[in-house]
């Protein structure tokens, strides 16, 4: 790999960056942690780790598909992948920050379907990015099942 191409996918990383920055800078805190939870919800050390590798993984899926077409020749697939991110960065904030579990679940709804939007955009250029998207959307349909129950346990403890 050549410097210009690792300084480039380092380009990819930022936009993952910030992204990720939204989770820790509107962190699970006392309110989160007093919410009543399934059975099935995951310990809080998970989440860090899974975030990271997704978001590694959504930057090479990026990448990619810039490797294989270039801005000019994807830049509708990448469009959609930066309104993917930006849609994942608020998730933090309308959930964590605003306490709003409704209109964050609505908000996931969203992502999720810029998730299968960037998939689909991504397929043509490279099956790889599109395939390393799948655990994203796997984790975010998760996510959303998560963020529904928790909604629906908790309605009076946090405005809708």
């Known amino acids: 790999?050549?410097?210009?191409?690792?300084?480039?996918?380092?380009?990819?990383?930022?936009?993952?960056?910030l992204a990720a920055s939204s989770g820790a800078f509107?962190?699970?805190?006392?309110?989160y942690r007093s919410l009543s939870k399934p059975r099935w919800n995951p310990p809080d050390w998970l989440f860090p780790p899974a975030w990271t590798v997704l978001f590694v993984m959504i930057a090479v899926a990026g990448w990619l598909v810039w490797?294989?077409?270039g801005l000019a020749g994807a830049a509708g697939a990448l469009t959609i992948w930066l309104v993917?991110?930006?849609l994942n960065g608020a998730w933090s904030w309308l959930f964590f920050g605003r306490k709003r579990m409704g209109w964050a679940f609505a908000e996931l709804v969203l992502l999720?379907?810029?998730?299968?939007?960037?998939?689909l955009a991504f397929a043509p250029h490279s099956a790889t990015a599109a395939w390393l998207l799948v655990p994203y959307l796997a984790w975010v349909t998760f996510?959303?099942?998560?963020?529904?129950?928790l909604?629906?346990?908790?309605?009076?403890?946090?405005?809708?």
Not at 6 to 17: A, Q, S, Y
Not at 112 to 119: E, F, K, R, Y
């Open 1 to 17: 790999m050549q410097f210009d191409e690792i300084l480039t996918f380092v380009g990819f990383m930022l936009p993952c960056v």
């Open 26 to 31: 509107f962190r699970p805190e006392s309110w």
């Open 67 to 69: 490797r294989a077409a």
């Open 84 to 86: 993917s991110l930006a």
């Open 112 to 119: 999720w379907l810029s998730i299968v939007a960037t998939i």
């Open 143 to 149: 996510a959303g099942a998560l963020n529904f129950t």
């Open 151 to 160: 909604w629906r346990l908790n309605r009076d403890r946090a405005p809708a």
